[in-house]
């Protein structure tokens, strides 16, 4: 198989000095765009040797919408530097997107276009359905992940009827599980501070968990660091999101079976192995 090289490709449109220097991007969604890369490779029908565009647009793609979903629209006033960084990131996230026009249309490829700008559609009806069940301050955490995970994976479901029908059902089941894994990732990393913790599935946990107070006091944005950290940790809100990893990576591992530590499936499973690895002394640790 091809070398994997999909990452490297996609600096070339996502490193830019200004938007380095200036703003956070958020992560390559690396194990959803491998296990694409790797499902177009083995199991693609009438692709024309293009696995490897498919999986760089479809990143690009994910990246734009990551963008656009990391603006942080907090009203008030916020100084200089988080004005320029909310401009960029509206810029960045519209030039992610756009890209993969541009690169599709190069190659003809104007039924790939098609497929992905109506997934882009459907990412955005069921962001709006998302919104609208957070408005209401009354989202169950289970709720959430799902609706979450669900939306991080569907601009790659687009791909399952270019792929063998033999191996669909089991991309679609590796690729929610992958899907999960990569969610958990992001949501662990949320629980570090209640800026970026806000609406997310700590958030919620904790809204389920706390008492009357302690809601009254997330609902009204009155929580600083200490007490933030105080409610992850007395509601174990960490934990209970490594527990779900640890599930999500054992499923991959049954759905792999005597797979699991082949290369190019190991390179998509190893970093949730260390992940967990770190994550337990982490948590154990306090």
Do not use: C, W
């Given at each position: 198989?091809?070398?994997?090289?999909?990452?490297?490709?996609?600096?070339?449109?996502?490193?830019?000095?200004?938007?380095?220097?200036?703003?956070?991007?958020?992560?390559?969604?690396?194990?959803?765009?491998?296990?694409?890369?790797?499902?177009?490779?083995?199991?693609?029908?009438?692709?024309?040797?293009?696995?490897?565009?498919?999986?760089?647009?479809?990143?690009?793609v994910q990246v734009g919408l990551d963008t656009h979903e990391s603006i942080d629209v907090t009203e008030g006033n916020q100084g200089e530097a988080m004005m320029r960084s909310r401009q960029l990131k509206v810029l960045a996230g519209d030039y992610f997107s756009s890209r993969f026009y541009q690169l599709l249309a190069l190659k003809g490829e104007i039924a790939?276009?098609?497929?992905?700008?109506?997934?882009?559609?459907?990412?955005?009806?069921?962001?709006?359905?998302?919104?609208?069940?957070?408005?209401?301050?009354?989202?169950?955490?289970?709720?959430?992940?799902?609706?979450?995970?669900?939306?991080?994976?569907?601009?790659?479901l687009s791909f399952t009827p270019l792929l063998e029908v033999s191996v669909q059902e089991t991309w679609e089941k590796l690729l929610k599980e992958i899907t999960e894994c990569e969610t958990l990732v992001q949501e662990m990393e949320r629980c570090a501070t209640p800026d970026i913790g806000r609406c997310g599935y700590a958030y919620w946990h904790l809204i389920e968990s706390g008492s009357d107070e302690e809601r009254k006091m997330l609902v009204g944005r009155k929580t600083d660091m200490k007490d933030w950290r105080k409610l992850i940790l007395k509601h174990k809100a960490s934990e209970k999101l490594l527990d779900k990893l640890r599930e999500s990576v054992s499923a991959v591992q049954q759905l792999l079976g005597g797979r699991v530590g082949e290369s190019p499936y190991a390179g998509v499973l190893d970093p949730f192995l260390k992940r967990l690895s770190t994550y337990r002394s982490v948590v154990s640790e306090g």
């Open positions: 198989m091809k070398p994997y090289r999909v990452p490297e490709l996609a600096e070339k449109y996502i490193n830019y000095d200004m938007i380095q220097n200036h703003t956070e991007l958020p992560g390559f969604p690396d194990a959803r765009v491998h296990l694409l890369y790797i499902f177009l490779m083995d199991s693609g029908r009438n692709i024309a040797g293009h696995e490897e565009l498919y999986a760089l647009v479809t990143s690009l790939v276009i098609s497929l992905l700008s109506k997934a882009v559609s459907e990412v955005n009806v069921m962001k709006m359905r998302l919104y609208g069940k957070m408005k209401k301050n009354l989202l169950p955490s289970e709720e959430y992940l799902q609706l979450t995970v669900q939306l991080n994976m569907q601009l790659f």
